[in-house]
Nanobody
Framework: QVQLEESGGGWVQPGGSLRLSCTAS????????MTWYRQAPGKERELVAS????????NYAGSVKGRFTISRDNAKNTVFLQMNSLKPEDTAVYYC????????WGQGTQVTVSS
């Protein structure tokens, strides 16, 4: 079955950086677009960034464009989210997602940006 496991979250001061990872199993990883979402307290889950199966195509939410970079390593079945210039409004639980017939989600990793 599809399994997604996120890691790399934590606490960081404004302006800092974090790198999230999501390791996948149970499907042909390189065949699917992978997406990062986030959900802040009291808000709806929102798309952060996505990357095509080959890694050649990426898409970003306007609020993170220029600060976040999504990438993938198909040999390791892993997708990454490099987050730079973090702001307090980036505080959220970050989820890895793949749509394979239905949406599959990881358990999420907490990112907290505060001074």
């Amino acid at each position: 079955q599809v399994q997604l496991e996120e890691s790399g979250g934590g606490w960081v001061q404004p302006g800092g950086s974090l790198r999230l990872s999501c390791t996948a199993s149970g499907f042909t990883f390189s065949s699917y677009t992978m997406t990062w979402y986030r959900q802040a307290p009291g808000k709806e889950r929102e798309l952060v960034a996505s990357v095509s199966g080959s890694g050649s195509g990426t898409n970003y939410a306007g609020s993170v464009k220029g600060r976040f970079t999504i990438s993938r390593d198909n040999a390791k079945n892993t997708v990454f989210l490099q987050m730079n210039s973090l702001k307090p409004e980036d505080t959220a639980v970050y989820y890895c997602n793949v749509r394979r017939g239905v949406n599959h989600w990881g358990q999420g990793t907490q990112v907290t940006v505060s001074s």
